[in-house]
């Protein structure tokens, strides 16, 4: 991916790097993927003879609690890539792991969530409420996996030589951008299924 | 443009997995080109049905199992098999890798003077993902119950009760990434990593006809995607998203599902890829055509910032007439106005484009050599297909057409007789390219007359077969009273498909002979201003030798004030005659 970096400057360009082009246009793409999800939910749910009130079958206080730790992770994330812009290995370190742990304890209550549901013998056939809850919320959190491995490549990726180059700080430029999107998602997700 | 020390690349980096736009774009070549005959072969069977229903296969009937084909008589189940997967094989894994994959890999960083794409091995990896994605879907045939069987469109709930459709799904979202993948890539090395001088409005039609394809691909496919996971979940999970209430299946209440879903929503989420599709099928072959044309006239392509215009137009009003596909679902009549509208004015930049491209033959000293035969047959045979379009588009006609072999008609002329002849052009266009020799001029004019000449007789006799009211649906035509005046014109369709086969001999010959005996050529033989022609053949790593400086727009052809009749856009000045 470097191949042409050190002759990227005579290219006829926009002067956005070829990174950051490509993850807004990947998140484009998320956008309308979600976007499709979230179109399949209002079209299910205006046509559905019945449809459940979020709060009263699912748990509220559990996913506010995710929410936080989603919104916290997006404030930790950004401070990661101050640190590294200040060439702040340490500081570094610490933020994106806070990021990682509080990724990860989203996946945790998230977990608890679905167990309990099953618990309860609600499972994604028993109704399209429940179709709804499983599909969305599985395929946010496996942006949410997919984001923490990628973080976590990063913080492997710090320990190496030329950790402070423009590629590295790019890179986790993008990975917030990503986590960002992630969590955008979320709040839209957490109303739509919770709140209403 | 890897420099840095490095060992002389393995035969598995150099062609296996290689990393290289230009080796990229040939894997994407010959696969897809495989593909096509493979998805062709599948309709052979099919037609075979079609005309003689009811009569073993000759030949390979044999050999086909028991099960699929008892006693070389193709079984109605098997039948629907191949019309899935001929349709599925054909566009996504034929015609859209042919004209993005293969000649937007190879090509595009040529044209705008890049060395290779912006991210190399994330191109490698869409043709990894492109390549098991196809074998995948191929191998759902030796699964118990065979491959998928609900037509190309997968519509439930009869998708999501038939065997073979998980694997089509899987399949789907490989291909799906992949395409992803390529189109972010494709998008990124059009807006960064052009010559210095390339501004927008100097790069040729082609590489504005993959820019605009590459957003098409970028954001309509994401809908299929999600749209899949959903009717995956229904498959695997049971979840009722496309499933209503109370649904019969074989005399019983289909009971594994909870019912509730909408059938119909599948239906708008899948056209609301496949619409742009089209575009996705038919923008880059436009694309490849006005290279062609402008080439072979001699002359400035007519209306260059129109055809640019228009297609970004198109673009973007492929994205809001995807329901003309479904007029008789049963949706409300005033969103059927609706489409019925913005259908009519897409129609608009098509017929924009196609005429600029009419116009620009006028007034040239024409070279008829093979690819521009095939672009010039392009014109008319698209034409057709564009227009017959428009009583599908309209609800009126379009109950009556609905669901018949017009409507086959229609979008093979489109596809087939427009996209497919388009590609077989900027094959023979680019092919001295690729290898540094020149494919044989009459092997490719007998290819070209027995191919036109065939793909009408396949397609024509459809119009009439539709019009008659025949749905396109059946396993047995003449199991209908009414369908049997049709039966005749069955069979000219078949005997002409299978000529079609015959013609395609001399260009699966043609192609390998001229690869290693072909006639040596110049880097560039056409003559062609485009920087893709200003580079050797076959360009090496990393393309060109010197870093192109572009001074001129793209078809700077018979320029009053230079000696020869064409001006490469790196040629710094003109030189007096």
Known sequence: MSAHAAVAAPYENTGVPDGKLAIWLFLASEVMLFGTLFTSYIVLRTAAASWPV??????VPLATLNTFFLIA??????????????RDKAGFYRFMGLTVLLSLAFLVV?????????????????????AVYFTTTGLHGLHIIGGVAWNLGLMWW???????????????????LYWHFVDIVWIFLFPALYLL | MSEHAHAEPSFTERYVFSVDHKVIGLQYLVTSFVFLLLGFSMVLLMRWQLAFPGQPLPLIGRLLSASAAPGGVIGPEFYNQLGAMHGTIMVFLGIVPLGVGAFGNYVLPLQIGAPDMAFPRMNMMSYWLYLPGGLLMLSSFLLPGGAAQSGWTSYPPLSVINPGQTVWLLAMVLLITSSLLGSINFIVTTLNLRAPGMTLWRMPVFVWSQFVTAFLLLLAFPPLEAAAVLQLMDRVFHTSFYMPEGLIVGGQLASQWSGGGQSLLWQHLFWFLAHPEVYVLILPPM????????NNTRKPIFGYKEIVYAMMFLGTMSFVVWAHHMFVSGMSTTLSNFFLVTTMIISVPSVALLTCLILSLKGGAIRFTTPMLFALAFLPMFGIGGLTGLPLGLTVTDIYLHDTYYVIGHFHYVVVTGSLIALFAGTYFWFPKW?????????????????????NGIFLPMFAIGLQGQSRRLYDPTAHLHNLIGQPLHVVSTVSAFVLMLFQIPVIYNFFYSMFRGEPTDSN???ATTLDWQCPSPPPHGNFAKLPRVYRGPYEYSHPDHRDDWLPQDAEKAVAS
């Open chain 1, 54 to 59: 979020g709060w009263e079958v699912l748990n």
């Open chain 1, 73 to 86: 992770s997006s404030v930790t994330i950004v401070m990661a890539h101050a640190k590294a812009s200040a």
């Open chain 2, 435 to 455: 290898f540094g020799r020149r494919m044989d001029d009459t092997l490719g004019k007998i290819h070209f007359w027995g191919t036109l000449a065939a793909m």
């Open chain 2, 525 to 527: 033989p056409w003559k």
């Open chain 2, 287 to 294: 694309g490849i055509c006005a290279e062609i044309i402008s």
């Open chain 1, 158 to 176: 710090a320990g190496r030589d030329g950790w402070d180059d423009r590629l590295f700080l790019g890179r986790v430029e993008y990975a917030g």
């Open chain 1, 110 to 130: 998230k977990g608890f969530e679905y167990g309990h549901k099953f618990h309860e013998g609600h499972f994604p056939s028993t109704s399209i409420f429940y």
